[in-house]
């Protein structure tokens, strides 16, 4: 018999008793479906046994990891289906390329075609898979035995991957006939899958799911096509480079081509800098860039970089954070925990801000502000300002692109730009990088070199810096009448070396060692690449330091 503390009780189970079976047991003091387990604080899958005594806690489908185990299981269902469908064993035929918001934007490979017919039958075949409660296994092979069967399957893209990881096993799920590798935890049959669809969209189509506040109902599809276009050159940029997957960057990082990869990814971001300028400097009435996105975007380097191109124009930029019109700290307003809320609009002096900006369009000269960050004061900057007919005001802040902030100044005067780092190099063709997980890395390594901050602190603070990103940032980016990417497809190979000292330091046992723990395995999958060939104006250098600018 084994042992476990459950809900502060002590309870006994035989071996070979499932963690799926004890989660049966107490699903009734849960709303949502348990998807996962964690013993003693690590998480296990509902397909294993129990193992030894400890302490166990549920995780549901509306919990982070167990959404993320949902889509997971739905993305490896609808492969399996779609293999089905078309009886593929050369090739995969499916690639998942990048999430659209509740969506999953996937692409058929070279030679095949998708049609509302198509994907009304592979949603059927779906449907039969899950009304069979089909079961998904999980077994730790050797690595020779797990790469034969990615071969037979015609996955080349994890054979590359593969050839750099240093373990000698895999971890392979097998769905009744169909094995794949996916980075992360799975849910145990198919039954667990409440809810999904399939929507023709451009050249692919999305898989819609649930998102983790109603895991059981799919949300209305909101377009985004300015978002999706970015990606979608994201994307084009990395085929172009000969870049598409986590094995392709590393096999020419191993042949010595990184200073080819970053010459190209760099002049790439400058001609789409250079594009942005030329449309500012051709709009007529333009007094006010402004620009946002979420943390870690790069804001500062794109706004300099900006900068330099508008000049080209012979226009004269001048830099101004947002950050400079908080009100003093004592007056900010309180969150839902009683603690001071920076992200919000009201934590900004925005009638001081449009009563500066309005003087200076009306040819008045103005004194600006400064926020003194370790005082928690607004002071004078002795900095004045009066705007000649080449001037143009560079605005970088998070609330940007909310016209609220910029209420007074006329729309034509404005010229909106959201920036964010939209990751589009996956780690094989059906396990994507999430885009949040690339910005956490790069502020991890940015906040340890400039303010002294472990990554532990990072990891803790990381939610709440998400969620105000999903009320007061994307809410506008749709809005905005121009954006730019400023992910760079080579960026993690270089940010390994400075985030695995700093993720080995979490302690084990913290909240926040799980998370660390995972960040680590991910960067596993990368070779380092030298930071030496970086220019000084590259976006990366606003994180891993050397940058000419003041960031």
């Known amino acids: 018999m084994i042992r476990l503390k459950i809900r502060g009780e002590l309870k006994d189970y035989p071996e070979g008793t499932t963690y799926e079976q004890i989660a049966e047991e107490y699903q009734k003091y849960y709303d949502q479906r348990i998807a996962l387990v964690k013993l003693n604080g690590k998480i296990r899958e509902l397909m294993h046994e129990v193992e030894r005594y400890g302490e166990l806690t549920f995780l549901t489908c509306a919990d982070r990891a167990g959404h993320k185990a949902y889509v997971r299981t739905a993305l490896m269902l609808m492969i399996k289906a779609f293999r089905d469908e078309f009886g593929v064993t050369d090739q995969p035929v499916v690639k998942v390329e990048f999430t659209l918001g509740a969506g999953y934007y996937c692409t058929m490979r070279p030679g095949f075609t998708v049609d509302e017919g198509i994907l009304s039958r592979v949603e059927a075949r779906m449907h039969e898979l899950i009304k069979a409660k089909t079961p998904i296994s999980k077994k730790s092979l050797p690595l020779d035995e797990a790469l034969q069967i990615f071969l037979d399957q015609g996955m080349t893209d994890k054979l590359k991957l593969f050839?750099?990881?240093?373990?000698?096993?895999?971890?392979?799920?097998?769905?009744d006939d169909?094995?794949?590798?996916?980075?992360?935890?799975m849910l145990p049959d198919l039954s667990y899958l409440s809810a999904f669809a399939l929507k023709q969209y451009e050249d692919g189509f999305l898989l819609i799911l649930p998102n983790r506040q109603t895991p059981d109902e799919l949300p209305e599809f909101d377009d985004r096509q300015n978002l999706f276009a970015q990606m979608v050159m994201g994307t084009e940029w990395g085929m172009m480079m000969g870049?598409?997957?986590v094995g392709d960057l590393n096999d020419l990082i191993v042949r010595g081509e990184t200073e080819q990869i970053i010459l190209v990814q760099e002049a790439l971001q400058?001609?789409?800098?250079?594009?942005?300028?030329e449309k500012i400097h051709d709009r007529e009435g333009v007094k006010f860039v402004m620009i946002a996105g979420p943390s870690s975007s790069g804001k500062t380097t794109f706004a300099n970089r900006l900068s330099i191109q508008l000049r080209t124009y012979g226009l004269v930029p001048h830099l101004i954070s947002l950050d400079d019109y908080y009100n003093d700290r004592d007056k900010a307003p309180l969150d839902e925990n009683g603690k001071p809320n920076f992200e919000c609009l009201e934590a900004l002096n925005v009638e001081g801000f449009n009563k500066d900006m309005v003087e200076l369009l009306n040819g008045g000269e103005v004194e600006l502000p400064r926020y003194n960050f370790l005082s928690g004061k607004s002071e004078m900057s002795g900095r004045r300002l009066k705007l000649n007919p080449e001037d143009v005001l560079v605005i970088e802040g998070i609330h940007g692109l909310n016209d609220k902030m910029s209420y007074a100044l006329p729309a034509e005067s404005k010229f909106k730009i959201y920036i964010s780092a939209l990751t589009t190099l996956s780690i094989d063709l059906h396990n994507?990088?999430?885009t949040t997980d690339a910005r956490l890395l790069r502020r991890i390594v940015r906040d340890a070199r400039t303010r002294g901050a472990t990554a532990a602190h990072t990891i803790d603070m990381w939610d709440s810096v998400r969620a105000g990103e999903e009320k007061y940032i994307f809410p506008f980016q749709e809005s905005a009448d121009?954006?730019?990417n400023s992910a760079q497809i080579?960026?993690?190979?270089?940010?390994?070396?400075?985030?695995e000292p700093l993720l080995f330091a979490v302690p084990k046992g913290t909240i926040e060692y799980d998370e660390a723990k995972r960040l680590l395995k991910f960067l596993d999958y990368f070779v380092c690449m030298d930071q030496d060939a970086l220019p000084k104006n590259s976006i990366c250098r606003e994180?891993?330091?050397?940058?000419c600018f003041r960031v």
Do not use: W
């Not at 169909?178 to 935890?185: A, H, L, N, Q, V």
């Not at 400058?270 to 300028?277: D, F, N, P, S």
């Not at 994180?543 to 940058?547: E, I, N, R, T, Y």
């Open 163 to 175: 050839r750099y990881r240093r373990s000698s096993s895999v971890n392979v799920y097998r769905l």
């Open 178 to 185: 169909f094995c794949d590798y996916f980075y992360g935890y």
């Open 243 to 245: 870049i598409e997957t």
């Open 270 to 277: 400058e001609r789409r800098i250079g594009e942005l300028a």
């Open 432 to 434: 994507r990088i999430p």
């Open 482 to 484: 121009e954006m730019f």
């Open 490 to 499: 080579y960026e993690l190979a270089i940010l390994k070396q400075f985030a």
């Open 543 to 547: 994180f891993v330091g050397g940058s």
